[in-house]
């Protein structure tokens, strides 16, 4: 299986603050990663599909990047509303796996 | 609009099956995927298996040996059927569907705690 590691677990900022957050893959996956954001007892919403392409109704400051390994989900300039848990998950495999999450909490 | 929705047992003894259906409307079983997806209280998402759109069925390899997903295209539905229940399955429950790339709808959940 495809492991996910995201990093930091957790990151404590301040809103207007800009942040980067991480997902490693274990191997190679192409641009085959997607980003969710989930809010307590919510569920799961898509932000990003394919490493960097936008979904419709998503604001603008959510942005995505990286290919083989490297990801990087980026915020500009944190909103209150923004500070929940953020998972990757990759799609290269047939078998899909989920990152362990990384938690954006108010400093 | 696109919509899934689970139900079934909130609670299931240990060592029993646990039943779950995803009801969808909105679009068609014969022409997307259906996920499913749960996640222990207070800890990550988890990839159970998929329900694909020609028939065939995909597992996650931890779940193969307990695990059946089917369905019945004439009642839109995707059933999930897992064996062997104990405590550490306790969790909310997810039917998801994708798109070309990432999970784009989601049910609400439901949520099964396994316990005596």
């Known amino acids: 299986n495809i492991v996910l590691t995201q990093s930091p677990a957790t990151l404590s900022v301040t809103p207007g603050e800009s942040v980067s957050l991480s997902c490693r893959a274990s191997q190679s996956i192409s641009t085959s990663i997607h980003w969710y954001q989930q809010k307590s007892n919510e569920s799961p919403r898509l932000l990003i599909k394919y490493a960097s392409q936008s979904i419709s109704g998503i604001p603008s400051r959510f942005s995505g990047s990286g290919s083989g390994t490297d990801f990087t989900l980026s915020i500009n300039r944190v909103e209150s509303e923004d500070f929940s848990i953020y998972y990757c998950q990759q799609s290269y495999s047939s078998l899909l796996t989920f990152g362990s999450g990384t938690k954006l909490e108010i400093k | ?116």
Request: aromatic content about 10%.
């Open chain 2, 1 to 116: 609009q696109v919509q899934l929705k689970e139900s079934g047992p909130g609670l299931v003894q240990p060592s029993q099956t646990l039943s779950l259906t995803c009801t969808v409307s909105g679009f068609s079983l014969t022409s997307y995927n259906v996920h499913w997806v749960r996640q222990p209280p207070g800890k990550g998402l988890e990839w159970m298996g998929r329900m694909r759109y020609n028939g065939d069925t995909s597992y996650n390899s931890a779940l193969k040996s307990r695990l059946s997903i089917s369905r019945d295209t004439s009642k839109n539905q995707v059933f999930l059927k897992m064996n062997s229940l104990q405590t550490d399955d306790t969790g909310t429950y997810y039917c998801t569907r994708d798109r070309p790339g990432g999970f784009a709808y989601w049910g609400q959940g439901t949520l099964v705690t396994v316990s005596s």
